[in-house]
């Protein structure tokens, strides 16, 4: 079991040679959009059971607190509005809804390269959240995040291949009012990304300018709806089972904007939701059904991304807790009702309590990454970047992350099995008569990039070797790569002529 | 989505009484022997096709370099010498120790209370390898491993909840005399825990002395063979597809003692099996049905864990790596082999590449683990404390991998899904007239223990309690922890009387 000791030898040269080599695309082992599914924490029982009680309490329960526009909608397609201001959902208009829904959903990407089909098994990463704070690595602080903190993280996401869409981490407490800070998040995130970005809206009047923001952005309103590249995660529940008044005006906004919806329900299983894991999905995936009802009744087959969050809670403090086992199975349990829908859906992943990047935070960031990989989750929100459950955004971690989901999602490619890959000719060759080994042989060689994935900023050296390049520390790298990254001019700042046209129109806080 | 604002109320002080409690067994989130299966990276067919080709590289290449008395054994139950010397396993022969063979274990503790079920998904965790230095956390250095440090080890997993065995980790490299150092390996881990203990010999001849020393420890040979608390860890393979000649006869030995086997094929994929997940497994799942033909041939029925243990390799560079996704993918495929053939198997998770426990650790360790447990895995072995590929160990990860591998339990646990847990009667309550939320409600206490699992030395305080008690430190927690388990006397020592005879006929190295 100790360091296997290698030839030195042409095979060695050839492996050198062939690592020079720049991996195409084509090549790489891991890609956006592979498919996930072979875990299910639930039986097919077990979904059906949920189901059944989602609609029960959809039913019986109902939610309270639509706005006018939104009761208009939904009892128009059969929604049932109750004596205590309570909409009911009779199963037909589920069925309904689930039948209408957009089963497929392109995430654009400002550059198509980077759209993402949300569909099936596919699995995709990247950031979300509103964290308050930015994680200062060097100080061991925590302080308010600021808008050029959001624009950084987005500029980050932009060279990390793993991160796959950038909705918007933290909120950009420098600035105070908050249609300003709505709208220069949008030109935080778009001006820092190719990728797919989301975000909220705090008013549902600041949709309108923030479509002013992007049809500029896009080079007009036809372009936009072509290809939007922002969608609206949307928290249009107030759980338990109450709808967010505003959130769903702002949500009716943007469906009629053309933006792509995620239906955000984010209960905390012990507060806002049971403390059961069982429970908190029920209530979820309610709530989702009746914002996909919603959203179906305002414009058939919108994409909406049926976003069941439900969040762990430590329940010996009352306070939330992202980073937990019981977390990694809220979302895998999720995927798997997003699966039996066949809608496209999201939940959360990668979160950690840990106030650092530290041997905690990667456990917790991994085991719920892994999980909701694995489950088929095509969105697994938060994935990368997320400390003190919630609370704090770390740029270096968020580096150290694209390591991680590389890994995750290794993991969530699985094994091809094949004459090939079964290799019993090779065993042959090399066992009858052959070297005896593997080492250098053209089926290894050819394997070497294909199937296997190398950490970017992960140590794989020797300790010896370690000893000899100095004990490089995880998080020192990481702090040097988040500078050369931050050191290069963003590639997706926008055209000059854009640019001064959305400042001109704008009060647009990051310098031009 | 920040952090939950609870009522400062009877609730939290009732939460506060029912926490101070202690937590009885029954009432523990998790246990060692939970069941796991509800990841299956294979299909069926993948499965079936991985077994046919394993039987056919029994039946066409077979294993070389046998000893004598293996050739004699195995030929006896049907199996064929070749002119090449290469012994060559019908179909039906491994059809017939497949049939033979120990389809549950019980690896005994020293105490009843820390015996191991092994059979279907029961999922286990401990330590296991044979590192060469133990990772000195203050100084950040690598430094030969000493009978100290193991002794340490074992003693530190004597208290760890989620430690389940304690096979030997590392090597005593100040004990030059293989003999001795084989015997005072036996020692400083049994004398450290009551868990069950497993552990490699360097020479046939060692283990009829090792026996000698385990019916001192046990009252008598009878005592011994009624609950061997040892197993032994047998490298019986030189791969590929060669029997390790000297291990064998160490086999054959432990067999004849009592001592339950780990049949450990420990090939390394691109060097010593094909480079390929599947040709890796192939091969390993060949070689370990060569083994149980052995071990059947010479006893049939005595307990052997099927020890499928393929490691990845880093092709770049020839060096091995054992924190890769391919390792968890390599672990997890072999936990369904186990289940194909019904028979109870280990393989390896938990390792990390990183020098430290730093978050690259984190993720690595919890990737593999946690998969593996998923996967329904008997025994998953160096879950704990491995470091740099396998040549170090770490004492303080070994703490902090009591709290990941809860965490990777709490998971393997999954989500019940029954009337109560689905909780519509609770939701109807809580919405339809009630509190508006579910803090403080019985059934939310009720589950505080029962349901989730809390980290011992995690981190989950808000970034202001954190700063308000001075930013621990993770690493410095797991020392001070550390120091506190080894300030106090082992409580698995031997009785002196014992004590004092074993070191009459033994040189004990560690201090009375």
Redesign the interface.
């Known amino acids: 079991?100790?360091?296997?000791q290698?030839r030195r030898s042409g095979g060695?040269a050839a492996?050198?040679a062939s690592?020079a080599a720049p991996v195409t695309d084509e090549l790489r082992s891991i890609r956006p959009g592979m498919e996930g599914g072979?875990?299910?924490?639930?039986t097919q029982e077990?979904i059906e059971?949920?189901h059944e009680?989602a609609i029960?309490?959809l039913e019986?329960?109902g939610l309270?607190d639509a706005p006018p526009s939104g009761i208009e909608h939904m009892t128009r397609v059969g929604v049932k509005l109750g004596d205590?201001g309570r909409l009911r959902f009779p199963r037909a208009v589920v069925d309904a809804a689930l039948q209408q829904a957009a089963k497929e959903i392109t995430l654009c990407g400002r550059d198509p390269r980077h759209d993402l089909l949300l569909k099936g098994n596919r699995v995709h990463y990247g950031t979300a959240?509103?964290a308050?704070?930015m994680v200062d690595i060097d100080g061991?602080?925590?302080r308010d995040s600021t808008v050029q903190d959001l624009h950084d993280a987005a500029r980050i996401c932009d060279t990390l291949d793993n991160i796959h869409f950038v909705q918007r981490p933290m909120v950009a407490r420098d600035i105070p009012d908050n249609r300003e800070m709505d709208l220069n998040t949008v030109y935080a995130c778009t001006s820092g990304t190719f990728k797919h970005v989301g975000t909220s809206f705090t008013e549902p009047d600041y949709v309108h300018s923030a479509l002013e923001l992007l049809h500029l952005i896009a080079g007009g309103e036809e372009a936009w709806r072509a290809r939007p590249f922002v969608s609206n995660s949307n928290c249009f529940v107030v759980p338990?089972?109450k709808f967010a008044t505003e959130a769903c005006q702002v949500m009716e906004n943007c469906i009629n904007g053309g933006m792509p919806v995620l239906l955000l329900s984010?209960g905390?299983a012990?507060?806002?939701?049971?403390?059961?894991?069982?429970?908190a999905?029920?209530?979820a995936t309610a709530e989702c059904l009746a914002g996909l009802v919603y959203v179906n009744a305002v414009k058939p087959g919108h994409p909406a991304i049926f976003g069941t969050w439900p969040?762990g809670?430590?329940?010996?403090?009352?306070?939330?807790?992202g980073?937990?086992?019981?977390q990694?199975?809220l979302s895998s349990?999720c995927a798997q009702m997003h699966h039996f829908y066949g809608l496209p859906g999201g939940a959360v992943g990668g979160i950690t309590?840990?106030?650092l990047?530290?041997?905690?935070?990667?456990?917790?960031?991994?085991?719920s990454n892994?999980?909701a990989g694995?489950s088929g989750l095509n969105m697994v929100y938060e994935a990368a970047g997320m400390h003190?459950?919630?609370?704090?955004f770390c740029h270096e971690?968020l580096i150290?992350s694209d390591?991680?989901i590389?890994?995750?999602?290794?993991?969530v490619r699985?094994?091809?099995?094949?004459d090939?890959?079964?290799?019993?000719d090779?065993?042959?060759q090399?066992?009858?008569g052959g070297p005896?080994?593997?080492?250098g042989?053209d089926?290894?060689?050819a394997?070497?990039q294909s199937?296997?994935?190398?950490?970017a900023?992960?140590?794989?050296?020797?300790?010896k070797e370690?000893?000899e390049i100095g004990?490089p520390?995880?998080?020192a790298k990481a702090i040097a790569r988040k500078e050369e990254i931050l050191s290069r001019r963003a590639a997706a700042r926008f055209d000059p002529e854009v640019d001064a046209k959305i400042r001109a129109a704008f009060n647009i806080h990051l310098p031009a």
Chains 1, 2 share one sequence.
């Open positions: 079991m100790t360091q296997m290698t060695r492996r050198r690592r072979r875990y299910g924490v639930l077990q059971t949920i009680a029960e309490a019986t329960i309270a205590d959240g509103a308050v704070s061991q602080n925590y338990p089972m984010a905390m012990g507060a806002t939701t049971p403390s059961t894991i069982a429970g999905v029920v209530q969040f809670l430590d329940l010996r403090t009352g306070a939330m807790t980073g937990s086992g019981e990694a199975l349990a309590d840990a106030k990047p530290d041997m905690q935070a990667g456990w917790e960031a991994m085991c892994v999980m694995l003190a459950s919630l609370l704090g971690s150290l390591d991680l590389g890994h995750a999602l290794r993991c699985g094994i091809e099995v094949t090939e890959t079964l290799a019993l090779q065993m042959r090399v066992c009858l005896g080994h593997y080492l042989t089926q290894t060689l394997r070497m199937d296997y994935q190398y950490p900023l992960g140590d794989r050296t020797s300790p370690w000893a004990k520390n995880l998080v």
